[in-house]
């Protein structure tokens, strides 16, 4: 199984997947959390900008994809952080792993520009980085999320959110 946790920077993919990897880890050992920026940084030729253009970011998103569909085909769960802002590969997934689920971390831009937990958002608006999920690349909002967690708020109980996750994915009864 794939878990797919989808959403803008900042609005807890990377607190909830390591809770719901660690979770699924305590009845099912072969769990792997990938994450979008851990596996960027895996492949050091990812300097600069470039990586973060548009097409930069579908590079990323074909690896993560590729990864998951790998190790899902060797019984592997996968627990993966993406922003995932194309569509397209949202709804190929859905043929592409023998099962998927898509959970989406729903908080509006203004929230997110609030917290800046790696200083993004303000850094995009002073015109020091470009290439920002939300600001001059837009986040197209999922239509077929299997799971919507309202992350408007702060994440206070990720083991509780992560037993939610893993219930309606099927894992946990």
């Given amino acids: 199984m794939v878990i797919w946790l989808i959403g803008m920077s900042g609005s807890g993919k990377t607190t909830l997947g390591r809770e719901v990897a ?74 592409r792993f023998s099962d ?23 850094a995009a608006r002073r015109g020091q980085v470009s290439n920002v999920v939300g600001i001059d690349i837009p986040f197209a909002r999922p239509d077929r999320a299997d799971m919507v967690i309202d992350s408007s708020g702060s994440l206070e109980m990720p083991d509780e959110l992560a037993t939610q996750v893993l219930k309606a994915a099927g894992l946990l009864k």
């Fill in 22 to 95: 660690k979770k699924s880890r305590k009845f099912a050992s072969n769990t792997v959390l990938l994450d979008g920026d851990e596996v960027r940084e895996i492949f050091t030729h990812d300097h600069g900008e470039a990586p973060y253009t548009i097409e930069g970011r579908r590079i990323n998103a074909e690896r993560l994809t590729a990864l998951c569909e790998m190790l899902d085909r060797q019984g592997i769960h996968v627990v993966c952080c993406i922003l995932s802002i194309f569509p397209e590969m949202r709804a190929g997934n859905r043929e």
């Fill in 100 to 122: 998927y689920f898509e959970v989406f971390m729903d908080a509006p831009l203004e929230v997110l520009e609030a917290r800046d937990v790696k200083g993004l958002y303000a």
